[in-house]
């Protein structure tokens, strides 16, 4: 017995070690290439246009406000093309794909990072509605499916990789709701997408990133969501808990997020940095110890001991 878990430990770390070898080239030249990059209001998004127009690449950050086109001018040198899409909408999407078309010609489109993400009204999940879900399904999963077949005639001039945002939630739903269902969709949507489009010289890659400190999960932004769903409810639902507790549950929730949400986000940049630069890039990529420590191992274990151990490890 012991000697089988020895022999299958040492042949997880002998392909971590295959891996990580693997993964250490990469491609000769960036000047050439032109990646997209959707939700660069802040964050991820940001962060990535940043990192990646320092490498040389070509960069299209797509934002959804003025605000965010004026902050990535400011922050990157004058390759950068910045132009609005709302995701959601599928001619705002078209207009991005016609000034992409008429920067990159016959090259094509290297690299597709689908990041724009929201996450919706937070709280119980018997506390939300139908509207809640398709609010956040429109942008985290059509949204994302529009601009990859949108751009994807170009992906495929350029042999380029598509690199899809999911969540550690996508492993062990928390309780988050549309934001994990959408984060599931994504990943079922990406592994079709990977075997199939592999034939046509296109890849795909998920980032499993943890908690980050975002705007997303941003104290005042949490609160203002919860104190929304809160307010919608009927008077039936609100006594059913009642005041108190909705206080006592988001004073939890903020310092949950407090504690566990890392400022650290150059981890995911880095992965997204090497799923667009290596010559071998992973199929997915998991961000943050709490993904690598509790979420992802949680989630390999019975249902019933997950559960338990989730339950005993967030907010009561």
């Not at 994990?180 to 034939?199: I, M, N, P, Q």
């Amino acid at each position: 017995m012991l000697d089988s878990l020895l022999f299958v430990i040492l042949l997880i770390i002998g392909y971590k070690i295959y891996k990580w070898v693997k993964g250490r080239p990469r491609i000769p030249r960036t000047s050439d290439k032109s990646v997209l990059i959707t939700g660069c209001d802040s964050g991820f998004g940001r962060e990535d246009a940043i990192r990646l127009d320092g490498l040389g690449f070509r960069v299209f950050a797509a934002c959804l406000t003025e605000k965010g086109e004026v902050e990535i001018r400011k922050s990157c040198s004058e390759r950068v093309v910045t132009l609005r899409i709302n995701v959601a909408n599928h001619e705002s999407v078209k207009q991005g794909l016609q000034t992409v078309r008429d920067h990159v010609g016959d090259k094509g489109l290297w690299g597709l990072v689908n990041n724009a993400g929201i996450s919706g009204r937070i709280g119980h999940m018997d506390w939300l509605d139908l509207q809640d879900y398709r609010q956040v399904f429109d942008i985290n999963f059509f949204g994302l499916v529009d601009v990859t077949y949108t751009f994807l005639p170009l992906l495929k001039k350029a042999g380029g990789r598509i690199v899809n945002m999911s969540s550690c939630t996508a492993r062990m739903e928390p309780g988050t709701g549309p934001y994990a269902a959408s984060k599931f969709a994504v990943e079922g949507f990406s592994d079709g997408f990977r075997r199939t489009l592999k034939s046509a010289g296109v890849s795909v890659h998920i980032i499993e990133p943890g908690y980050f400190k975002t705007a997303i999960t941003k104290a005042e932004n949490v609160a203002e969501k919860m104190k929304a769903l809160w307010d919608s409810l009927d008077p039936e639902k609100k006594e059913e808990k009642g005041e108190e507790y909705f206080q006592a549950r988001t004073e939890d929730v903020l310092k949950h997020l407090d504690l566990i949400c890392s400022p650290r986000l150059d981890l995911v940049v880095d992965a997204i940095e090497h799923a667009l630069t290596a010559v071998s890039p992973h199929s997915r990529y998991v961000c943050g110890w709490d993904a690598k420590l509790f979420f992802i191992p949680v989630s390999w274990l019975p249902t019933d001991i997950g559960d338990a151990i989730f339950a005993w490890a967030t907010p009561k």
